[in-house]
């Protein structure tokens, strides 16, 4: 699903007016209509109390609807106007009219905290008060209006987004914000939805289609693109059945040093769950006997040294190397790590410690294979790129590391983002169970199988996490956040390919 800009919206909205010889008011009801079922549904009819807060914009027309609807159906609602301007949208002013053709009960205005009505924790509050139209930081009495409603405690449903959080900026430290326990938006999510600083505002969210125009919303190129199972279904490549190993290539997982081949074991059985033909490891020779006997399927070659890779010969034509597992920083480790680098011409997955010595030797940049795909966390994005301002400010400077330097940037986090070829990718499986040691690991080892079998790099990065996180959540359904291990992501692949296609 395409991530669109507020402006990108806006002109969504015209040309659907346009196109569908409809009135915006009509738009309107079409946009509301679909929350006041979505609410109906959740609720069926409960007595609680629904306290609506109504900006005087379209967002508060929506509201106005919203509150309507819910009234025609004997819900107890209260509307409240939050008055921050005299000036109120047409459609605000239409639907204010059919409101109060609808209930005796009108709604109150709030033009100061002195106006601020009490709310219960039990209560059910919509925030219908800024969307997209929000182009400064919120002031005096409304901003304590957020705090107040916020401090409720009361069960938080935010229209098309949290009041307070802008579509194209991070709230500075002062800003106020709704904390949404939910949003519903409209069409397309946000990106805000989806960047560290301003995720924990929306709560959890649902996206309605309100039939936007097609046309548009297809051919448009949007700000990034959100990556659920319809989308990374388009990216999987069914197995010729007249196919031998051999057709799936090989995979060399490179890494691990005295006290961490788990890490290497970990990344070599996921790229084997994830189909790779072939997996060889490449690893000190204390791992030997551990790889051997837990990864049977695996070859194993060793490096000279017992405790740490110093001469990476290993003397074959792998599809994809797989590196930095657990391979530790060591100034020999370092030497061999730079001949590799120099002696590979087809794409690498780079990941934990060949990440760090990159940041610490930046001269190696330049030896890295075309379209390889880095892989690190926010800390190990740092060490690379240096600091950021803000999230926004870190989505441009990874753009332009990717481009200078032709990689793949899977930048991991609870939605893991992916750059590459001038497209920015958001993740949209997973959960927090997988906040767990060697679950990178198994994420190197995924997409370097789907490397292997030929995916494009791209392709395979975004493939791999999307199941990365598939696989997660199915682990998670059945053993708990804090029971997952990251060895049952790699064990779980298989389920999480028949969930590809299960509906
Ligand atoms: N596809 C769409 O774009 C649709 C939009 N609709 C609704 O319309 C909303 C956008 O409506 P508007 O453009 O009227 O904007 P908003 O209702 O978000 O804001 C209203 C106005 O408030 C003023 N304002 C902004 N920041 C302020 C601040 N800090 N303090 C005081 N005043 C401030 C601005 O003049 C702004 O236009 C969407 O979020 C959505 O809820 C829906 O009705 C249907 C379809
Ligand atoms: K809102």
Redesign the pocket.
């Known amino acids: 699903m395409k991530i669109f800009s507020?402006a990108q919206?806006?002109k969504?909205?015209e040309l659907?007016i346009k196109n569908q010889n409809i009135t915006?008011t009509q738009?309107?009801e079409?946009?509301?209509s679909h929350v006041s079922a979505e609410i109906h549904k959740r609720l069926q009819n409960s007595d609680i109390a629904i306290k609506i807060f109504c900006?005087?914009?379209?967002?508060?027309?929506?509201g106005l609807?919203i509150a309507r609807q819910l009234i025609e159906k004997g819900y107890n609602v209260k509307v409240f106007v939050v008055n921050?301007?005299d000036?109120r949208?047409d459609?605000?002013l239409i639907n204010y009219d059919r409101l109060k053709e609808t209930t005796n009960d009108w709604p109150e205005y709030i033009k100061s905290a002195s106006d601020f009505p009490e709310i219960d924790q039990n209560e059910f509050v919509i925030d219908?008060?800024?969307?997209?139209?929000?182009?400064?930081?919120?002031?005096g009495w409304?901003a304590k209006l957020v705090d107040h409603i916020n401090y409720s405690n009361a069960f938080i449903l935010s229209?098309?987004?949290p009041?307070?959080l802008f579509s194209d900026r991070i709230p500075g430290e002062e800003d106020r914000v709704i904390s949404a326990n939910f949003t519903i938006s409209?069409?397309t999510p946000k990106l805000v939805f989806f960047l560290p600083q301003t995720m924990d505002f929306v709560g959890d969210l649902q996206i309605l289609d309100?039939g936007?125009d097609r046309e548009f919303l297809s051919s448009e190129k949007g700000q990034a693109e959100l990556i659920s199972k319809p989308e990374a279904r388009l990216l999987y490549q069914p197995r010729k059945s007249n196919s031998h190993k051999g057709n799936y290539g090989h995979t060399l997982v490179v890494g691990g040093s005295y006290g961490k081949i788990g890490s290497v074991l970990l990344s070599s059985k996921a790229a084997l769950r994830t189909g790779a033909g072939l997996v060889s490891t490449f690893i000190p020779k204390c791992g030997y006997t551990i790889l051997q006997t837990a990864l049977p399927e695996a070859m194993v070659i060793v490096d000279k040294n017992d405790e740490k890779l110093t001469h990476i010969d290993h003397g074959m034509d792998p599809s994809v190397i797989c590196f930095g597992m657990g391979a530790g920083k060591d100034p020999e480790t370092l030497e061999a790590f730079k001949q590799l680098l120099e002696q590979t011409k087809n794409p690498m997955l780079i990941d934990a410690d060949g990440l760090n010595m990159i940041s610490e030797h930046k001269e190696l940049l330049k030896f890295l294979p075309k379209q390889s795909v880095l892989t690190p966390h926010p800390k190990e994005l740092q060490r690379l790129i240096g600091d950021w301002k803000d999230d926004f400010d870190k989505l441009k400077k990874v753009e332009e590391f990717t481009r200078n330097h032709d990689v793949i940037l899977v930048l991991k986090g609870s939605h893991t983002f992916i750059f590459g070829e001038g497209n920015i990718y958001i993740n949209n499986s997973g959960n927090p169970g997988m906040a767990t040691a060697g679950s990178g690991d198994v994420l190197s080892g995924i997409i370097s199988g789907l490397i292997s079998q030929q995916y494009q790099p791209l392709a395979a990065a975004i493939l791999g996490v999307y199941l990365h996180g598939l696989s997660g959540d199915i682990v998670a359904e059945n053993r708990s956040y804090q029971a997952l291990i990251s060895g049952d992501i790699a064990e779980n692949m298989g389920a999480a390919f028949q969930s590809l296609f299960a509906d």
């Open positions: 507020a919206l806006k969504a909205d659907s915006s738009l309107m079409r946009a509301a900006g005087v914009g379209n967002n508060g027309g929506d609807v921050y301007t000036n949208s459609d605000f219908a008060i800024f969307g997209i139209g929000l182009n400064r930081p919120l002031e409304i229209i098309d987004m009041s307070g409209f069409q309100i936007l």
